[in-house]
């Protein structure tokens, strides 16, 4: 758009400037071949322009020897590729064959001040113009752009401002997309053509950082994905449709990390997943509700194949039980709280079939102490970029031009 502008303006104003005035009849040694109407009135010159002794300007005039309108051959080419169109003597409307074949694609008009008022172009090589640009004190200051798509923009400046978008046809935008300083910093859709906007995408330099969604069609967000480069990095989620976001879950490398729930839905971050390969392969769980993690679960294929409680909150382990097949198999008890096993019991068909006391055996492997949900929360929600300008604010935390996959 701003390259046919620009070779509009500056042949429009060669034109303008070059353009001589009428000579007479009877004018001695003309620099170009003239024609005249049988009263001896000037209709049309002829001028070469470059001295290679071929014709590449043309002026035409009306009766009153004003001149009408001027063509120009910018490529030497001997076919004319902008025709200037006057009233009055001042020019008001310029066509231009920007890509030099013969064919107009660029539509220029002007005001009483010379100035351009209006811009059409031909983006299809249809014949007519699609886009219209409208401009302010020399300035864009709106743009409209017909085709499979309905396309407004507003400019402020002379920069892209905001672009509204009528996708479906049926004269209603759906899609907003808002600038600053020329660059996309927020983008808003319609999906469901409902005239309710359930899809926003924030974006820095130019690449999209943050996306809330509505799933519900309530006018809340209930959804809210991270982005880092082209990856989703993040993404929460109100899954209970309870006004909050009761999950969290971290991704690396398109690959799902880990997994913060309020599994109550109370209010109350308490359950944590770990994955790796995006199999679920650790859970810790709140079980009382005190802000510490106090039961862990292990994974292996898909099965659980150990468990480790701490049942007097000093943060150690203190259970330890192992599964077979799913099954539990074993449970293994510090009752003395020093870091020793004391008591065994023996489990088959989830019913306990033995039982001894152990003098201070060595747990069967070494268990971390359990951690603060807070942890959990901060480590997880950290884990997102900086986004600067953004003005929704989010509760806490599938797309706007991303193409991310989250496998």
Same mark, same amino acid.
């Given at each position: 758009?701003?390259?046919?502008l620009?070779?509009?303006? %500056? &042949?429009?104003?060669?034109? &303008?400037s $070059?353009?001589?005035?009428?000579?007479?009849?009877?004018?001695?040694? #003309?620099?170009?071949s003239?024609?005249?109407?049988e009263?001896?009135?000037?209709?049309?010159? *002829?001028?070469?322009?470059?001295?290679?002794?071929k014709?590449?300007?043309?002026?035409?005039?009306? @009766?009153q020897?004003q001149?009408e309108?001027? *063509?120009?051959?910018?490529?030497?080419d001997?076919?004319?590729?902008?025709?200037?169109?006057?009233?009055?003597g +001042?020019a008001?409307r310029?066509?231009?064959?920007?890509?030099?074949?013969?064919?107009?694609?660029?539509?220029?008009?002007?005001?009483?001040k010379?100035?351009?008022?209006?811009?059409?172009?031909?983006? $299809? @090589?249809?014949?007519?113009?699609?886009?219209?640009?409208?401009?302010?004190? /020399?300035?864009?200051?709106?743009?409209?752009?017909?085709?499979?798509?309905?396309?407004?923009?507003y400019?402020?400046?002379?920069?892209?401002? @905001?672009?509204?978008?009528?996708?479906?046809?049926?004269?209603?935008?759906? %899609?907003? %997309?808002?600038?600053?300083?020329?660059?996309? !910093?927020?983008?808003?859709?319609?999906?469901?053509? !409902?005239?309710?906007?359930?899809?926003?995408?924030?974006?820095?330099?130019g690449?999209?950082?943050?996306?809330?969604?509505?799933?519900h069609?309530?006018?809340? !967000?209930?959804?809210?994905?991270?982005?880092?480069?082209?990856?989703?990095?993040?993404r929460?989620?109100?899954?209970a449709?309870?006004?909050?976001?009761?999950?969290?879950?971290?991704?690396?490398?398109?690959? &799902?990390?880990?997994?913060?729930?309020?599994? +109550?839905?109370?209010?109350k971050?308490?359950?944590?997943?770990?994955?790796?390969?995006?199999?679920?392969?650790?859970?810790?769980?709140?079980?009382?509700?005190?802000?510490?993690? $106090?039961?862990r679960?292990?994974?292996?294929?898909?099965?659980?194949?150990?468990?480790?409680?701490?049942?007097?909150?000093?943060?150690?382990?203190?259970?330890?039980?192992?599964?077979?097949?799913?099954?539990?198999?074993?449970?293994l008890?510090?009752?003395?709280?020093? /870091?020793?096993?004391?008591?065994?019991?023996?489990?088959?068909?989830?019913?306990?079939?033995?039982?001894?006391?152990?003098?201070? !055996?060595?747990?069967?492997?070494?268990?971390l102490?359990?951690?603060p949900?807070?942890?959990?929360?901060? %480590?997880?929600?950290?884990?997102? #970029?900086?986004?600067?300008?953004?003005?929704?604010?989010a509760?806490?935390?599938?797309?706007?031009?991303?193409?991310?996959?989250?496998?």
């Amino acid at each position: 758009m701003t390259r046919y502008l620009s070779i509009g303006l %500056s &042949l429009l104003l060669a034109l &303008l400037s $070059d353009v001589k005035s009428v000579p007479s009849a009877h004018a001695q040694q #003309p620099v170009a071949s003239f024609y005249y109407d049988e009263r001896g009135n000037v209709t049309r010159q *002829e001028q070469d322009t470059n001295n290679d002794s071929k014709m590449d300007r043309w002026i035409y005039y009306n @009766r009153q020897g004003q001149i009408e309108r001027v *063509e120009q051959d910018v490529n030497f080419d001997g076919k004319a590729d902008v025709t200037v169109y006057y009233e009055s003597g +001042k020019a008001v409307r310029q066509e231009i064959a920007s890509k030099q074949d013969g064919q107009i694609d660029t539509w220029l008009y002007l005001n009483a001040k010379g100035e351009i008022e209006r811009k059409g172009q031909d983006s $299809d @090589r249809s014949g007519k113009p699609t886009i219209w640009v409208y401009y302010l004190n /020399g300035q864009p200051a709106r743009s409209e752009e017909s085709g499979k798509s309905n396309r407004t923009t507003y400019f402020k400046d002379g920069k892209i401002s @905001r672009v509204e978008e009528d996708t479906n046809g049926d004269g209603k935008a759906e %899609s907003f %997309s808002y600038f600053e300083n020329g660059q996309l !910093v927020r983008k808003e859709l319609d999906r469901k053509h !409902v005239g309710k906007i359930d899809l926003w995408g924030y974006y820095q330099a130019g690449r999209l950082i943050k996306q809330e969604e509505d799933l519900h069609g309530n006018g809340k !967000v209930s959804r809210v994905v991270y982005f880092q480069g082209d990856e989703v990095i993040r993404r929460d989620e109100d899954t209970a449709q309870r006004g909050r976001m009761d999950m969290i879950e971290t991704f690396a490398q398109g690959r &799902l990390m880990k997994r913060l729930r309020d599994a +109550k839905g109370i209010g109350k971050w308490d359950t944590v997943f770990y994955f790796h390969d995006n199999q679920l392969v650790r859970e810790e769980r709140d079980t009382n509700g005190d802000g510490i993690f $106090d039961l862990r679960i292990l994974y292996e294929n898909g099965q659980i194949v150990a468990q480790e409680a701490d049942t007097n909150n000093d943060r150690r382990v203190d259970v330890w039980v192992n599964f077979h097949n799913g099954e539990q198999a074993e449970q293994l008890e510090d009752q003395k709280y020093q /870091g020793k096993i004391t008591a065994r019991y023996i489990f088959k068909g989830g019913q306990v079939v033995g039982q001894e006391q152990l003098a201070n !055996v060595e747990p069967p492997r070494a268990s971390l102490p359990f951690a603060p949900v807070e942890e959990a929360l901060q %480590s997880m929600t950290s884990y997102s #970029p900086s986004m600067t300008g953004d003005r929704r604010t989010a509760t806490a935390t599938p797309g706007i031009e991303s193409g991310a996959e989250m496998k």
